[in-house]
């Protein structure tokens, strides 16, 4: 399908949704909002279905690896303070937070920047925060051929935030592969780093 259509077709439905919630999709304040919507979804909100995650591995040699914003815990990589932005699949409706990954590298790594841009692939689709979790450390385990990954989310569901208990309830996910599953001293090591690192940062310390 062309983008113009999607557009099309999306703000049609916008403006159906207005009507049936009651409200005119006339009105002065509600005129533009259809286009507006349906440029936010395709190009903002679920732009990762448009994204080869994998257009991302532009790998180094381990030698070369000299990045600054990394920190190495044993044999691990850990890269802390990435943002999550995504929508749950569920009520369509934010969940916003913070990942850590930690791996190691057999002979090849990946950019500091990377990370950070293959969990916005995965994070801007429709989500659970537990499969997003997987999908990345999945990604990250296969495609790097890494020895082992942790990735840890910490974050905020805002449909919890107008429904249910109407609390700000933080969920913590983890997804563990290769040799951290098989030695628990070293997993236990490098996820108390990162939950430290997790929890020493306001959960949302970017614009929302």
């Known amino acids: 399908m062309s983008r113009s259509y999607r557009i099309k077709r999306l703000e049609e439905l916008v403006r159906e949704f207005l009507v049936l919630i009651g409200e005119d999709p006339e009105r002065e304040g509600l005129k533009e909002t259809p286009g507006r919507v349906a440029r936010l979804w395709l190009e903002d909100l679920a732009y990762g279905y448009d994204k080869d995650p994998e257009d991302l591995l532009k790998t180094f040699s381990n030698e070369d690896n000299n990045e600054e914003n990394i920190q190495k815990i044993s044999d691990a990589i850990v890269i ?49 925060q537990e499969r997003l979790t997987n999908q990345i450390a999945d990604f990250i385990y296969e495609n790097l051929r890494a020895r082992g990954v942790i990735v840890l989310i910490r974050g905020i569901h805002l449909c919890a935030l107008h429904r249910g208990v109407k609390e700000p309830l933080i969920t913590l996910s983890r997804a563990v592969r290769g040799v951290f599953v098989e030695n628990d001293s070293l997993r236990r090591e490098v996820m108390n780093f990162m939950i430290r690192e997790l929890y020493s940062r306001e959960i949302i310390p970017f614009e929302i």
């Open 80 to 128: 802390s303070g990435i943002p999550v932005r995504s929508m749950c699949e569920h009520h369509l409706l934010p969940i916003l937070g913070q990942a850590s990954i930690a791996y190691i590298p057999s002979d090849r790594v990946l950019g500091f920047s990377k990370f950070a841009r293959i969990v916005d692939v995965f994070s801007r689709r429709l989500q659970i």
